[in-house]
């Protein structure tokens, strides 16, 4: 199929057919999405015959070991990277700040690494306290105009110095997404690495980490369908060069180096419920494949292609609007990379607009969602914030038409 069959999609989540969600379009998921019933199962089966200390002598115990590790290697395998480079940990905030540790163990004052103003506050507030440690910390800053980003404006602060990039895959609030690989070989032109936060990209598709070069890429699962983690690939070189944050006994684990405490033994059994579903979206569309990467790549397209059709008219009426400000690009399909995360800015309060559209059967967000660097870039005041109206391929036009309803009758 080249079409996405949104039907069968839809009954893989368990929120659609739940009587108190009726008549509910759910627009906030790059906060967070709805779980698969792959998850749910899974989670429902560890809690009820594993819940024991894993990786030990008996049958539970070896079962609940044996489901982490499947988590592990599937969804390393989706993402085209090696099983002992994808660690979990509680959030990617907490991956985040671990390494940041790690790093700062290892850099100098005669070292630089570059931060982005287009970024969650996840990947760039933690970054910027080296600068405490005598790290020159450089900022690749948005055209505030668009949001954008520009490899120009990158190759303008990148010397041999920087031994860091960290940047977004996709901006939670412009919806844009990064050149990844580019950034990447810029980095590695200068002897640096890359630190890539997917977390407003991975829910419109994981990544094939190999194919875009990064050396650090992170995102969290309950964005992806999952539980609460964090998911964090790290390519073997650098695990190995990186100081050990974790047990000193855990320093010849690569997937252990970075996760200091200890790891939540039901969800990370739970994540491979993800790989569940992405090989079951597969195989009704396309049939069996035994080459784990190529599934992936596939329903990532074939989500994106959704998305990009349903997002279209919701992009033509708000350009229409004198009134709103659609914050970054509004234009979608290859020469746009944007994701269905758009962020508006009007005349009337961002909470109220919220708050109207609840009445009217929709669930969006408002506020600064921890993009203060930001909205203040782009001429907006993070107090006042904007509307955040999010979806991802389970998303169809039905919610999408309620949604524009919603807005003409609020705005």
Same mark, same amino acid.
């Given at each position: =199929?080249?079409?996405?069959?949104?039907?069968?999609?839809?009954?893989?989540?368990?929120?659609?057919?739940?009587?108190?969600?009726?008549?509910?379009?759910?627009?906030?998921?790059?906060?967070?999405?709805?779980?698969?019933?792959?998850?749910?199962?899974?989670?429902?089966?560890?809690?009820?015959?594993?819940?024991?200390?894993?990786?030990?002598?008996?049958?539970?115990?070896? @079962?609940?070991?044996?489901?982490?590790?499947?988590?592990?290697?599937?969804?390393?395998?989706? =993402?085209? *990277?090696?099983?002992?480079?994808?660690?979990?940990?509680?959030?990617?905030?907490?991956?985040?700040?671990?390494?940041?540790?790690?790093?700062?163990?290892?850099?100098?004052?005669?070292?630089?690494?570059?931060?982005?103003?287009?970024? !969650?506050?996840?990947?760039?507030?933690?970054?910027? &306290?080296?600068?405490?440690?005598?790290?020159?910390?450089?900022?690749? !800053?948005?055209?505030?105009?668009?949001?954008?980003?520009?490899?120009?404006?990158?190759?303008? +602060?990148?010397?041999?110095?920087?031994?860091?990039?960290?940047?977004?895959?996709?901006?939670?609030?412009?919806?844009?997404?990064?050149?990844?690989?580019?950034?990447?070989?810029?980095?590695?032109?200068?002897?640096? *690495?890359?630190?890539?936060?997917?977390?407003?990209?991975?829910?419109?598709?994981?990544?094939?980490?190999?194919?875009?070069?990064?050396?650090?890429?992170?995102?969290?699962?309950?964005?992806?369908?999952?539980?609460?983690?964090?998911?964090? *690939? +790290? /390519? &073997?070189?650098?695990?190995?060069?990186?100081?050990?944050?974790? !047990?000193?006994?855990?320093?010849?684990?690569?997937?252990?180096?970075?996760?200091?405490?200890?790891?939540?033994?039901?969800?990370?059994?739970?994540?491979?419920?993800?790989?569940?579903?992405?090989?079951?979206?597969?195989?009704?569309?396309?049939?069996?494949?035994?080459?784990?990467?190529? &599934?992936?790549?596939?329903?990532?397209?074939?989500?994106?292609?959704?998305?990009?059709?349903?997002?279209?008219?919701?992009?033509?009426?708000?350009?229409? /609007?004198?009134?709103?400000?659609?914050?970054?690009?509004?234009?979608?399909?290859?020469?746009?990379?944007?994701?269905?995360?758009?962020?508006?800015?009007? @005349?009337?309060?961002? =909470?109220?607009?919220?708050?109207?559209?609840?009445?009217?059967?929709? =669930?969006?967000?408002?506020?600064?969602?921890?993009? *203060?660097?930001?909205?203040?870039?782009?001429?907006? #005041?993070?107090?006042?914030?904007?509307?955040?109206?999010?979806?991802?391929?389970?998303?169809?036009?039905?919610?999408?038409?309620?949604?524009?309803?919603?807005? #003409?009758?609020?705005?």
């Amino acid at each position: =199929m080249s079409d996405l069959d949104i039907d069968f999609v839809r009954t893989q989540f368990p929120a659609f057919h739940q009587e108190s969600l009726q008549g509910q379009a759910f627009f906030e998921n790059a906060g967070g999405s709805y779980t698969c019933k792959q998850v749910i199962d899974r989670l429902h089966r560890f809690y009820t015959e594993r819940k024991v200390q894993p990786y030990g002598f008996y049958p539970a115990s070896k @079962a609940g070991g044996d489901e982490m590790d499947e988590a592990r290697s599937r969804l390393a395998a989706l =993402m085209n *990277v090696e099983t002992d480079e994808l660690s979990f940990g509680p959030s990617t905030s907490q991956n985040t700040y671990v390494l940041a540790k790690a790093f700062g163990d290892m850099l100098g004052e005669n070292d630089a690494i570059i931060v982005t103003d287009q970024d !969650h506050e996840a990947n760039t507030g933690v970054w910027r &306290r080296l600068a405490d440690r005598g790290i020159d910390v450089r900022e690749w !800053h948005v055209n505030g105009e668009t949001g954008q980003l520009s490899l120009d404006d990158l190759a303008q +602060i990148l010397d041999e110095k920087v031994a860091l990039i960290c940047a977004p895959h996709c901006s939670n609030i412009v919806g844009q997404e990064n050149p990844v690989a580019q950034i990447a070989q810029m980095a590695r032109d200068v002897g640096a *690495v890359t630190c890539i936060d997917g977390v407003s990209y991975a829910p419109h598709g994981l990544a094939d980490v190999d194919a875009l070069g990064a050396d650090i890429y992170l995102f969290s699962s309950y964005k992806t369908y999952g539980p609460h983690q964090g998911v964090m *690939v +790290i /390519r &073997r070189a650098l695990a190995d060069k990186l100081p050990n944050q974790a !047990h000193f006994f855990n320093d010849g684990v690569r997937y252990k180096r970075f996760t200091p405490a200890g790891p939540d033994h039901a969800q990370i059994a739970a994540c491979a419920g993800m790989a569940d579903y992405i090989d079951a979206v597969h195989d009704h569309h396309f049939g069996a494949n035994d080459n784990p990467a190529a &599934r992936g790549r596939a329903v990532a397209a074939l989500q994106r292609r959704h998305e990009d059709k349903i997002l279209a008219p919701l992009l033509d009426y708000l350009r229409a /609007r004198p009134d709103v400000r659609v914050l970054g690009n509004d234009q979608i399909g290859n020469a746009g990379g944007r994701v269905p995360t758009v962020a508006i800015h009007a @005349a009337k309060p961002a =909470m109220q607009i919220a708050t109207d559209l609840d009445a009217h059967g929709i =669930m969006a967000g408002a506020g600064d969602f921890y993009a *203060v660097r930001c909205l203040k870039a782009m001429g907006c #005041d993070p107090d006042t914030g904007v509307l955040r109206l999010s979806f991802v391929h389970y998303t169809n036009q039905q919610e999408v038409t309620q949604l524009i309803t919603a807005l #003409d009758a609020t705005l």
